[in-house]
């Protein structure tokens, strides 16, 4: 069962890491919920699907740590963006939510790893995502993903619900 993480488990990292792995699992929760077919279908004026969603928040996470952070250089770091149509999410027809979540669950590593390695005040490197810009410290990064990840939950809950699947928590 799925539980909100506890106060006292150590520094502000360790419970950013705890929360965003409450978050990632209420997103996927939400997405098993769904039948596969609803996984694909779009039930609102943006146009994005459930498994879209769940795509972006995976290359998102991506992009703030790997790319961002640590300044790695990453295969197509905007690749939920589709080319024909700016500013929408992509998910090819091959990929299924297994393959999505499997995806997520590898760059969580690589966030986990992150977190447990610096601290709070470290600044991301200047290569990367912020290649020619004002690196942010790691903490400006944690509030960020932890803020979209938190919308994105509730977006998941709305469109979960309007598909029939289950409401609440």
């Known amino acids: 069962m799925r539980v909100e993480p506890r106060p006292g488990l150590g520094g502000e990292l360790a419970h950013v890491s705890a929360y965003l792995d409450f978050y990632r699992a209420t997103c996927i929760e939400k997405c098993r919920s769904l039948p596969e077919a609803e996984l694909r279908v779009s039930r609102i004026a943006s146009e994005w699907t459930p ?7 995976a290359l998102m996470e991506r992009r703030w740590f790997v790319w961002g952070f640590l300044g790695e250089q990453v ?16 998910v090819s027809g091959e990929r299924g939510l297994d393959e999505v979540v ?5 760059y969580a590593e690589r966030t986990r790893a992150v977190l447990a390695a610096y601290e709070p005040e470290a600044v991301a490197s ?5 290649a020619g ?6 903490r400006w990064i944690c509030f960020h993903v932890l803020q979209e990840y938190a919308r994105h939950a509730g977006h998941l809950d709305i469109v979960v619900e309007l598909a029939g699947g289950p409401v609440g928590e």
């Open 51 to 57: 498994l879209e969603l769940l795509h972006h928040l």
């Open 75 to 90: 295969d197509e770091p905007w690749g939920d963006s589709r080319g024909d149509d700016e500013g929408r999410w992509h």
């Open 102 to 106: 499997a995806l997520m669950e590898g």
């Open 126 to 130: 200047a290569d990367g995502r912020f």
């Open 133 to 138: 810009d004002d690196p942010p410290e790691l």
